[in-house]
C-alpha cells in the first residue's frame, strides 16, 4: 500500500527541528530558510515596475536582466567589456552604458540589479549595491570564499534588502517534488547521495599562469580583475574560462553544485549539520593555479535532528558514480550527464540537474507508490526564480533562495572546494565556522583582496 502520509520521522522531526530558531512552518513550505527580516524598500503594487540594471550585461548576464525584463523597466547596464556586453547592450538600447559598477550604483536611481559577473566579483559588486538599499540577483556560487559569504548573509540582514542566488531549479516543481518524495519516506532513511556532472567544459588542470596578450580595446581588464591580484590579461582567461583558475571562479564545483546538490540540500537540511567532514579522494590535473581535470569528493554531515549521518560524493569530469546493485545497464540515470541519486534503507531516487523527473528505481515501484502529499508551495509560469524575486523586491515573502537559505549551502560547497587544494580529511565545525584539524584549510577561508577594492 503506498504510503502518502508524510512520515512524521522525516519532515517534522527531521526538517523542522533542525533550522535555525528563526524559523517557521511557513518558511519550510516556501523553501526560505527562515522568517523574513523587516523590509526595507519602499512597498509596491506587483502592477508597479522596478526600476532595474544588470552587473554583467552579456552571456548569462543578458539572460538574466532579460527575463526580468518582462515585468519590469531596465534602466541601466554595466560591463567591463562592451564587446562582450553587446548582447545586452544591443537589447536595451535605451538603457544607460558603464564600464564601473560603482559609478552606475551611485549615479542611477536602481531599486534591484542582476549581478552575473566572474564568481570573484560577486560579493564585492553585492555588497557595495545592499549598502545602497538595492536589491540583488546574484549568479551561483554566491562567492569563492566563506568570509564573503559570512558578509553578504551580514549585509542582507543589515540592509533589509531582498536577495536571490541565480540556483533556478530551487524555484521550481522539481526539487519540492524530489523532497516530498524523500520527506514522505519512499525510499527510508537516507544513507547516501552520489551526484555527478559532465563540467568542466572548459580547461582545468592548467599548470602555469598564461602569457601576456594585448588588451582588447573594449575591455577595462583592471576593473575586470577587481579584487583579484593584478596579472597580465590573456583571452583565455576571459570572457569564459576563469573558472578554472583559483583567483577567479570555483571551478566544476562552482559551476554545477549549486544545481545539483540543491534537491540533497533541501530534502537532507544538509546546511543544518553541526559537523561536515570533507575530503578529495581522487583527482587529476592537481596543480597551483586551477581546478583539476577531474574530482571525486566526499562530504560527511553528521545528525540533523533526526535525520541520520549522510555521506555524499560529487564526481565531475566524465567519472560517474556505482550504479545502484541490481539495476539494468540501460536505466538512465539522473539526465545522463548530470543528476544525483539518494541511496535510501529501502530504494533509491535518482534526478534530474534541478530535480526535475525525480524517479524511484527500480521504475516499476513509481506506479506503486504513487505521489506523495503535497507540501511546498509552487511559483507558477516561467522564469520562476525572477519572479520570485521580483515579487520579493516589491515587498512580498522572500525568494525561495534568499541569502538566508544561499549563502548556508554555497558555504559547505565551499567546503569541497578547498578540499581540491588541502590533502586529507578536513574537520569543519560548523557552529564555529572554522576546520578543527588544518590551519592550512583555514587560511583559504578568506580571500586575497587588491589594494582599491574592498570586500
Known amino acids: 500500500m503506498q504510503k502518502k502520509q508524510v512520515s512524521r520521522r522525516y519532515f517534522f522531526l527531521g526538517s523542522l527541528a533542525t533550522v535555525t530558531a528563526a524559523s517557521t512552518v511557513g518558511s519550510m513550505v516556501t523553501g526560505s530558510a527562515v522568517a523574513a527580516v523587516p523590509f526595507r524598500g519602499r512597498y509596491r503594487s506587483l502592477n508597479e515596475k522596478l526600476n532595474m540594471a544588470a552587473i554583467g550585461a552579456g552571456g548569462k548576464g543578458s539572460s538574466d536582466i532579460g527575463a526580468c525584463a518582462q515585468t519590469e523597466n531596465v534602466v541601466a547596464l554595466c560591463d567591463v567589456d562592451w564587446k562582450q556586453g553587446k548582447r545586452g547592450f544591443d537589447r536595451f538600447p535605451n538603457a544607460k552604458k558603464y564600464k564601473d559598477f560603482r559609478e552606475m550604483l551611485d549615479k542611477e536611481k536602481i531599486d534591484a540589479v542582476t549581478i552575473s559577473t566572474p564568481d570573484h566579483m560577486h560579493a564585492c559588486v553585492a555588497l557595495w549595491a545592499m549598502e545602497r538599499g538595492i536589491h540583488v540577483y546574484v549568479q551561483k556560487p554566491l562567492a569563492r570564499t566563506i568570509y564573503e559569504l559570512n558578509r553578504l548573509l551580514e549585509a542582507s540582514r543589515k540592509y533589509k534588502v531582498a536577495t536571490m542566488m541565480g540556483n533556478q531549479g530551487h524555484s521550481e516543481e522539481g526539487v519540492r517534488h524530489l523532497c516530498e518524495m524523500v520527506w514522505a519516506g519512499f525510499i527510508g532513511e537516507v544513507k547516501e547521495v552520489h551526484a555527478w556532472t559532465n563540467r568542466p567544459i572548459w580547461p582545468q588542470g592548467i599548470a602555469n599562469p598564461l602569457p601576456k596578450e594585448p588588451i582588447p580595446d573594449t575591455m577595462d581588464w583592471d576593473k575586470w580583475l577587481g579584487t583579484a591580484a593584478m596579472r597580465d590579461y590573456?583571452?583565455?582567461?576571459?570572457?569564459?574560462?576563469?573558472?578554472?583558475?583559483?583567483?577567479?571562479?570555483?571551478?566544476?564545483?562552482?559551476?554545477?553544485?549549486?544545481?545539483?546538490?540543491?534537491?540533497?540540500?533541501?530534502?537532507?537540511?544538509?546546511?543544518?549539520?553541526?559537523?561536515?567532514?570533507?575530503?578529495?579522494?581522487?583527482?587529476?590535473?592537481?596543480?597551483?593555479?586551477?581546478?583539476?581535470?577531474?574530482?571525486?569528493?566526499?562530504?560527511?554531515?553528521?545528525?540533523?535532528?533526526?535525520?541520520?549521518?549522510?555521506?555524499?560524493?560529487?564526481?565531475?569530469?566524465?567519472?560517474?558514480?556505482?550504479?545502484?546493485?541490481?539495476?539494468?545497464?540501460?536505466?538512465?540515470?539522473?539526465?545522463?550527464?548530470?543528476?544525483?541519486?539518494?541511496?535510501?534503507?529501502?530504494?533509491?531516487?535518482?534526478?534530474?540537474?534541478?530535480?526535475?523527473?525525480?524517479?524511484?528505481?527500480?521504475?516499476?515501484?513509481?506506479?506503486?507508490?504513487?505521489?506523495?502529499?503535497?507540501?511546498?508551495?509552487?511559483?507558477?509560469?516561467?522564469?520562476?526564480?525572477?519572479?520570485d524575486w521580483i515579487r520579493a523586491c516589491k515587498g512580498g515573502e522572500p525568494g525561495c533562495a534568499n541569502f538566508e537559505y544561499s549563502v548556508p549551502f554555497t558555504e559547505w560547497v565551499n567546503l569541497g572546494i578547498i578540499a581540491l587544494r588541502v590533502d586529507g580529511k578536513l574537520a569543519w565545525d560548523n557552529v564555529k565556522k572554522r576546520f578543527t584539524n588544518s590551519a592550512e584549510a583555514n587560511k583559504l577561508l578568506k580571500p586575497y583582496i587588491r589594494k582599491g577594492w574592498k570586500v
Not at 590573456?234 to 571562479?249: I, L, T
Not at 539495476?327 to 544525483?340: C, F, I, R
Not at 534541478?354 to 524517479?359: E, K
Request: one cysteine or more; hydrophobic letters at 30%.
Open 234 to 387: 590573456n583571452s583565455k582567461y576571459a570572457p569564459f574560462n576563469w573558472r578554472a583558475w583559483f583567483d577567479f571562479g570555483c571551478g566544476a564545483l562552482g559551476d554545477m553544485a549549486c544545481h545539483i546538490l540543491d534537491p540533497a540540500n533541501w530534502a537532507l537540511q544538509l546546511s543544518s549539520a553541526s559537523q561536515i567532514n570533507v575530503e578529495c579522494v581522487k583527482q587529476e590535473g592537481k596543480n597551483k593555479h586551477t581546478y583539476p581535470t577531474k574530482s571525486v569528493v566526499r562530504f560527511d554531515f553528521s545528525a540533523r535532528g533526526a535525520m541520520p549521518p549522510v555521506s555524499l560524493y560529487w564526481y565531475d569530469g566524465g567519472i560517474l558514480p556505482p550504479r545502484p546493485p541490481g539495476l539494468k545497464e540501460d536505466v538512465k540515470l539522473g539526465e545522463g550527464d548530470n543528476g544525483s541519486n539518494f541511496i535510501g534503507s529501502k530504494g533509491v531516487i535518482t534526478t534530474g540537474t534541478y530535480g526535475g523527473d525525480s524517479r524511484l528505481l527500480p521504475l516499476e515501484l513509481n506506479k506503486e507508490m504513487g505521489k506523495p502529499t503535497r507540501l511546498l508551495s509552487r511559483t507558477p509560469g516561467p522564469g520562476n526564480c525572477y519572479l
